[in-house]
Structure formats: C-alpha cells, structure tokens
C-alpha cells in the first residue's frame, strides 16, 4: 500500500512539474508567427474588399477601423505582410503584401508630416529587401527626397508637425524612427544630404530631447528665427516631465538603428543608456510590458502599453549584438520575458478575433482618451519583427 502511494506521489509531482515547465522561447516563437500567418490571411481577406483602405485598429463596437494611407500607420500593415512572407515563403503572402503595398505609394510625395519613412520604408523598405523589385528604388528615393524637406537647418532638426500658435517647429521624439529611410536613401544614391540630415537630426534631438537620467520629452519646439529651443513638452504623455512610455521606446530604437547606420559610438551609448533607464526602471512591471507612461497615475493599475513593449523587445534585442557578452545577456532576458509576456493569452488575442489584429491592450493617446486599449497595426509590426530578429539570433 505505501510503494502505490508512493507512486501516486510522484505521478502527482511529475504531473505538476510538467506543467509549470517553461516552454522553450523557439517554440513561443515559432508558435507565435504560425498564428501570426493564420490572423494575418483573416485580415488580408477582409482587407481585400476595401480597396484603397489600411487597417488602422477596432472601434467601440469591436468593428475594424481603416484609413487611407495619408493615416501615419498605412505602412505597418503591408510591412507586417512582408514580415510574415520572410517568415512562411508563402507566395500568397507574397502576392498580398505586393497588393497592399502598392496602396501606399501615392506617399512617396508627401512633404507634410514626417511619417514618411514609416509609410514607405516598412512597406517598401522590407519589400526592396525580400524580392529586389526594380520599381521600390524609385518609390524610396522619392519619398527619402520628400522627407528631406522638411529638414530645418536653423535648428538642424526634421520639423515634426505643422507650425500652430502652441509650437513653432515642433520635433518628436518618433521622429528618430523616419531617419532609417534616409540611411537608405544615402546607400542607395551616394548623396550626402541625406546622411548629413539624418546625423544632424540625431544629434540636436540627443542634446536636446534628452534628460539627465536619459528619459525623453516627447515634444520638442524650436524657435524658426534663431533656431534655439522654445519650450520642451508632451502631447500623449501624462505631463511634460513625465516619461511617455512609447517615446522611450521610440528613442531607444532610433539610436540603436543609427549606430548600426553609422557606427557611430556616442548612438551606441546614447541607445545604452536609454535601455538602462528603461531596464532599471521602478515603474516597469514583472512581465516588462509597460504602462502607458512611466509616470502614469494610478500604477499598478493603469493602462498597459504593449506597443511599447514590442518595440522596445525588438530594440533590444539589436542593441544586444553590439555589446559585451554581460551587457547582452542583460537585454535579452528582458527582450525575452517580454516576447513571452506578449505572447501570452494576456496580450496575444484568439484567432479570428480583436479585429484581425495580433496584439491586445495598447495605447494611443490616452491623454486625448484616443485608442485607449485597443489593437494597432503598429504593435503588430514590432512584435512580429522581434520575433524574427530572435529567432534569427537564435539560429545562429
């Protein structure tokens, strides 16, 4: 009778050891792109019978919200496509995320807003990269010609936003994102304008955006007469010393993306330091997905942000190979329980539901009350993108 109890024991112990056993990250990741192809062909089926339209996020009702691609999100959608193409080598994929990029291109003229290398380098960008179609170059170099008129040189910054009684020449922290397509476009063409535009934009935000413990503002103003700064504030953030948790993120991604773009080592320490804040952060919970601003009210029970997560994972985990072996192990724990924590019931929604959309729980603009939880095409995009850049690392 005690050796069947004793047995019974353990059964019951490897039963529940079994259980609580840590699925290896590969399998969560491979795992989540599989659904991320299934999700992602239910949107493109829906996708197809709005001609001209991009899928934006849900309204009230649940009910998908497009735009147009004049919406500064138009190119994530087409980029998470060609993501998913690298991932499958599905030629349907393929052909959806040709179709739905072609929707863009009109943006490759736009000269009023800074959004353009979102627009066209996700879409195009990564389109150029996995096929080498001829007829990308052209929609790149014009759009990187676009977005290189909007560069002030009184303040040696790209203007962000249009001019208003509030902000003269406002430059957003985002902006730093838009810069890559200019690399690109100074490859490409061997035109230094656009490395110079890009080093110069940089710079003055690295000197001016940022605060001594390396968190930024979200909006800077310039003076357009004598090019100084006019007043540091926020837009979406919880108050103008507060840390908005997306344009954390943004920040640590764009110098992570310029040092690989220039080699430059004051961007590396400027992408380093700005993951230690974030990192060391007393205000990022347990599952490293952050609330909406690190200094949002209400904490531990305000909004999540899981936009910012995804971006952050997937800049850290680039900014992980150009560090010491220490300095990399440290990112990637985080990159990985944050891959983890988005990859769980808690932010990864069921098929078929939350609008075709991956990811749950993001925030737009919370001040402004503006897709507050709710899914966005760009939190999708990250997330994905992470999932490659670690399962690529993982391979080698």
């Not at 059964?11 to 840590?22: A, M, P």
């Not at 309204?59 to 500064?72: C, F, I, P, V």
Request: glycine letters at 6%; one cysteine or more; proline letters at 4%.
């Amino acid at each position: 009778m005690k050796t069947i109890t004793f047995y019974i024991l353990i059964l019951i112990l490897f039963i529940f050891t079994s259980c609580r056993r840590v699925m290896p990250i590969d399998k969560v990741i491979d795992g989540s792109l599989a659904f991320s192809v299934k999700q992602y062909n239910l949107m493109t089926a829906v996708m197809k019978d709005k001609p001209g339209q991009l899928p934006r996020t849900i309204d009230a009702d649940g009910k998908l919200k497009t735009e147009n691609s004049r919406w500064w999100t138009s190119g994530f959608y087409p980029g998470c496509l060609w993501y998913l193409y690298e991932y499958s080598k599905d030629q349907k994929i393929k052909d959806d995320a040709m179709m739905i990029t072609a929707r863009v291109e009109q943006e490759k003229y736009t000269t009023n807003n800074h959004d353009v290398g979102f627009m066209l380098y996700c879409s195009f960008g990564n389109g150029l990269r996995l096929t080498n179609e001829e007829s990308y170059n052209e929609v790149l170099l014009t759009g990187a010609k676009s977005l290189s008129t909007r560069f002030r040189p009184k303040n040696g910054c790209i203007q962000s936003w249009g001019s208003t009684k509030k902000w003269q020449c406002p430059v957003i922290i985002d902006n730093m994102m838009n810069l890559e397509l200019l690399m690109w476009a100074f490859k490409k063409s061997g035109d230094s304008s656009f490395y110079k535009i890009a080093v110069s934009h940089a710079d003055t935000t690295m000197k001016y955006h940022f605060r001594r413990d390396y968190s930024t503002f979200h909006v800077v103003s310039y003076d357009t007469i004598t090019g100084k700064v006019e007043v540091r504030q926020t837009s979406q953030g919880f108050s103008d010393e507060s840390a908005w948790s997306r344009g954390q993120s943004w920040g640590l991604y764009g110098y992570t993306m310029m040092y690989r773009e220039t080699k430059l080592d004051r961007y590396l320490k400027q992408a380093q330091n700005i993951a230690d804040f974030l990192i060391n952060n007393p205000n990022l919970p347990d599952d490293k997905i952050p609330y909406w601003d690190y200094n949002a009210p209400g904490i531990p029970d305000a909004t999540r942000d899981a936009s910012a997560g995804a971006i952050m994972a997937s800049a850290l985990i680039e900014l992980s190979g150009y560090v010491n072996a220490e300095t990399k192990e440290k990112y990637l724990k985080v990159a990985e329980t944050q891959l983890r924590s988005l990859a769980s019931p808690a932010y990864m929604a069921k098929l078929g539901e939350n609008g075709n959309f991956i990811l749950m729980h993001n925030a737009g603009s919370v001040p402004a009350n503006s897709e507050v939880d709710v899914p966005l095409t760009y939190a999708d995009y990250y997330f994905i993108e992470a999932l490659l850049r670690y399962r690529k690392l993982l391979s080698k």
